[in-house]
T-cell receptor, first 116, second 111 residues
Framework: DTAVSQTPKYLVTQMGNDKSIKCEQN?????MYWYKQDSKKFLKIMFS???????INETVPNRFSPKSPDKAHLNLHINSLELGDSAVYFC???????????????FGPGTRLTVL | AQSVTQLDSQVPVFEEAPVELRCNYS??????LFWYVQYPNQGLQLLLK??????LVESINGFEAEFNKSQTSFHLRKPSVHISDTAEYFC?????????FGTGTRLQVFP
């Protein structure tokens, strides 16, 4: 019955590889997000989608490509992984946050990515 | 541009003592303010939020925060903490489409 789920929980890979992180929400929300939390716990938004449409694309390298096959899923694909990509990546969703800013965001448990 | 400052990166406190976690924000427009909590190895959960109306907002587990527009602050307080309150606490501000988070405050409660 997990509201926002992510797979995998841990991901260890070599520099230069391509990897994907999957996210699913069963809350019926319209908006989904990807955040990156660095080693100092600083949390920064990367992308948001509303009903499968890209709304926010912060200054993220184009090696990062989000894909939303339907409004319940938002996957993150990363090409040519670099050491600096090591972080915890959180997926989140909200009912309709993209234009009101008032909605609670519900976070997944995170994916800890380690690039060697 | 909006920003959030959490002045204390760590706050150690003994069980049953009161605690205050400080949060200041800057914004040229009206904002909505949030406190999220992150327990070890988990995602963030909403603790409480201020949208409008009464400036004092409360959570179900005894935390409260007061919106102070003149001081641009939204400090989080609890009169008596428990061991289980040990976590990372994030203040965040939003006015439209995204949350801007502070750098977090680690609350460590000792027996």
């Amino acid at each position: 019955d997990t509201a926002v789920s992510q797979t995998p929980k841990y991901l260890v890979t070599q520099m230069g590889n391509d990897k994907s992180i999957k996210c699913e929400q069963n809350l019926g929300h319209d908006t989904m997000y990807w955040y990156k939390q660095d080693s100092k716990k600083f949390l920064k938004i990367m992308f948001s989608y509303n009903n499968k449409e890209l709304i926010i694309n912060e200054t993220v390298p184009n090696r990062f490509s989000p894909k939303s096959p339907d409004k319940a899923h938002l996957n993150l694909h990363i090409n040519s992984l670099e050491l600096g990509d090591s972080a915890v990546y959180f997926c989140a969703s909200s009912q309709d946050g993209w234009e009101r800013g008032t909605d609670t965001q519900y976070f997944g448990p995170g994916t800890r990515l380690t690039v060697l | 541009a909006q920003s959030v400052t959490q002045l204390d990166s760590q706050v150690p406190v003994f069980e049953e003592a009161p605690v205050e976690l400080r949060c200041n924000y800057s914004s040229s427009v009206s904002v909505y303010l949030f406190w999220y909590v992150q327990y070890p190895n988990q995602g963030l959960q909403l603790l409480l939020k201020y949208l409008s109306g009464s400036t004092l907002v409360e959570s179900i587990n005894g935390f409260e925060a007061e919106f102070n527009k003149s001081q641009t602050s939204f400090h989080l307080r609890k009169p008596s903490v428990h061991i289980s309150d040990t976590a990372e606490y994030f203040c965040a501000v939003s006015n439209t489409d995204k949350l801007i988070f502070g750098t977090g405050t680690r609350l460590q409660v000792f027996p």
